[in-house]
């Protein structure tokens, strides 16, 4: 794909943000058959849809909340999610240790029954005890956690999720416009008339609907869309995350209860390291500055010290991310961790009037559903669209279910056997059933070109630039994959120097 420039015509949706939920309502109206275009002001994924603790989850603490349906509904997206998208999104089994002195064992077990049972599990393993006196999984822990429970949830690649879904809305004819900032609109004769901007460069469009799912900047949208006022409240909540170096050996994750009633997870990532988080702090000023604060990173470093054997210290830390959640605030008193993360949409635009619609909160895994809601919401302006599509519908990658992704590994494991392990299992894992539109016919190494460092390739470059919109190594190396935790400086300064050699073709 090129930079991409905005057409002539007047489309029926503008979507404002490459985020998961704009991304998600992009792809919904455009595979309706409505004419739609997508402007990020940064990159896709740029924001909080890559900042998340990457699982697509029903949310168990969320039940403790009364929050039945989120929870229902999020389990029925875990299933669906994982049919449309099993190359990005993998089955996962948390070890929960029971603590003698927070929740008791009772009530556990019986969070987990719902846990189990409202969302009409079907691919996913049930729920069972745990022994960890002895075994793998209890060898990490300190002694007195003697016993607990496993249950299914899935982890996913949270920015690669927001390009495919991208490229799918692109496929049925969507306009993605990144590096793209949505400045200003007016309404005219039943239309919105809008300023966007790429660098200097202003364009004018019309469009018959805007949705504004700017995610933490959604409110201060407002003061540029005439006519608009934020009718709904946004609290924004910074969460942030450590990767450190392996701290168990074994493919299951932990969830920690804290004694502040919060859980604190620790999840196997990539080949060596873990990622613990996330925190729930009140946040103001500039999503895009969020920043793990020293308090978050002892708060974190303790919480999963009072479970593992041997202290985790700021030593072990190779990495962090911060970023800030838009939350829907129903002014409720609750704290930072307990406000809903639940949806709500803002439409307004009375008779004859072009419609605004803006997307309050959410999370990952209601992304779909989200924006199956968001154009019921706008039907009655819109009443020629197609009726809804995404249920059963793969994303770029996926194919044939999560059940056809075993043989398919095997498939490819074969075929790209040149490869070494490590790397060609990022690859499946990265692009499902496209990988030989990544690596094509090649039957070696020298076949996709320059090596940077034993990972990457310049094959892989040239498809995220011309099919992704990577348009910088960190768009690369932080987002399209996250090879910035692999590579040395050195590999990581080659990548920027090919991006800069190798602009994308003019549009
Ligand atoms: P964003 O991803 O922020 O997208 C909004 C986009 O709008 C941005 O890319 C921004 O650049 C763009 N934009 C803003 N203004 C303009 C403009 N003027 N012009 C053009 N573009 C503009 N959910 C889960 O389901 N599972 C989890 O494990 C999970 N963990 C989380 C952990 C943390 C710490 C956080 C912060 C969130 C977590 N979530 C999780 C929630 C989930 O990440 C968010 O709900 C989701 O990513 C929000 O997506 P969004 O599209 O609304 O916002």
Redesign the pocket.
């Known amino acids: 794909m090129t930079q991409g420039k905005a057409s002539n015509q007047t489309y029926d949706v503008l979507v404002?943000?490459?985020?998961?939920?704009?991304v998600g309502i992009a792809r919904d109206s455009a595979g309706r058959g409505l004419k739609t275009c997508l402007?990020?002001?940064?990159d896709l994924?740029?924001?909080?849809?890559s900042?998340?603790?990457?699982?697509?989850?029903g949310g168990l603490r969320y039940l403790e909340q009364y929050e039945f349906k989120l929870v229902r509904e999020s389990l029925v997206e875990r299933e669906i999610l994982l049919n449309a998208a099993p190359h990005l999104i993998e089955p996962l089994r948390f070890i929960l240790p029971h603590h003698k002195g927070l929740r008791p064992a009772w009530l556990l077990r019986l969070g987990l029954y719902l846990y189990d049972t409202l969302g009409g599990r079907r691919l996913l393993p049930p729920t069972r005890k745990v022994d960890l006196k002895t075994g793998i999984y209890g060898m990490p822990l300190k002694a007195e956690f003697a016993r607990g429970f496993e249950y299914s949830d899935c982890r996913a690649d949270?920015a690669r999720l927001v390009v495919v879904n991208a490229q799918d809305a692109a496929e049925h004819g969507a306009d993605i416009l990144t590096r793209?900032?949505?400045k200003s609109a007016r309404r005219e004769d039943g239309l919105w008339h809008i300023e966007i901007a790429q660098g200097r460069q202003k364009q004018s469009i019309a469009a018959r609907a805007i949705v504004n799912?700017?995610?933490?900047?959604v409110t201060s949208?407002f003061d540029t869309i005439e006519g608009a006022e934020p009718a709904k409240g946004l609290r924004l909540v910074k969460?942030s995350?450590i990767f450190t170096k392996s701290l168990f050996d074994h493919e299951k994750a932990y969830i920690f209860q804290h004694k502040d009633k919060r859980v604190v997870f620790a999840i196997p990532y990539g080949r060596d390291l873990t990622l613990i988080?996330?925190t729930d702090e009140p946040y103001e000023g500039d999503p895009s500055d969020a920043a793990i604060s020293e308090e978050e990173t002892t708060y974190l470093l303790n919480a999963v010290s009072q479970y593992f054997k041997r202290p985790v210290t700021p030593d072990d830390v190779v990495s962090t991310y911060s970023?800030?959640?838009?939350l829907f605030d129903d002014l409720s008193k609750d704290t930072a961790a307990k406000v809903t993360r639940d949806y709500a949409f803002d439409l307004q635009g009375g008779e004859g009037e072009a419609p605004l619609l803006s997307?309050y909160g959410?999370?990952?895994?209601t992304y779909r559903k989200l924006a199956l809601d968001a154009m019921q919401t706008l039907k009655k302006h819109l009443p020629e669209m197609g009726p809804s599509w995404t249920r059963e519908a793969p994303l770029p990658g996926g194919r044939t279910g999560y059940a056809g992704m075993a043989g398919f590994r095997i498939e490819m494991r074969s075929r790209y056997g040149f490869l070494p392990e490590a790397a060609r299992e990022r690859m499946i894992s990265a692009y499902g059933f496209r990988l030989p539109k990544v690596l094509g016919n090649a039957v070696n190494r020298e076949d996709l070109g320059t090596a940077f460092g034993g990972e990457l390739y310049e094959a892989e470059l040239i498809y995220m630039r011309d099919v992704e919109w990577a348009r910088t190594a960190e768009d690369a190396l932080n987002r399209r994959s996250k090879l910035y935790l692999i590579l040395s400086e050195e590999e990581q300064q080659a990548v920027k120097g090919w991006f800069d050699a190798n602009p994308p073709a003019p549009a």
Request: glycine share 20%; proline share 4%.
């Open positions: 404002i943000g490459g985020g998961i939920n704009g402007v990020e002001m940064n994924a740029s924001a909080t849809s900042w998340s603790t990457k699982l697509i989850h949270d793209t900032t949505f799912a700017a995610g933490p900047w949208l969460g995350h988080g996330t970023g800030v959640r838009p997307v959410g999370k990952l895994t």
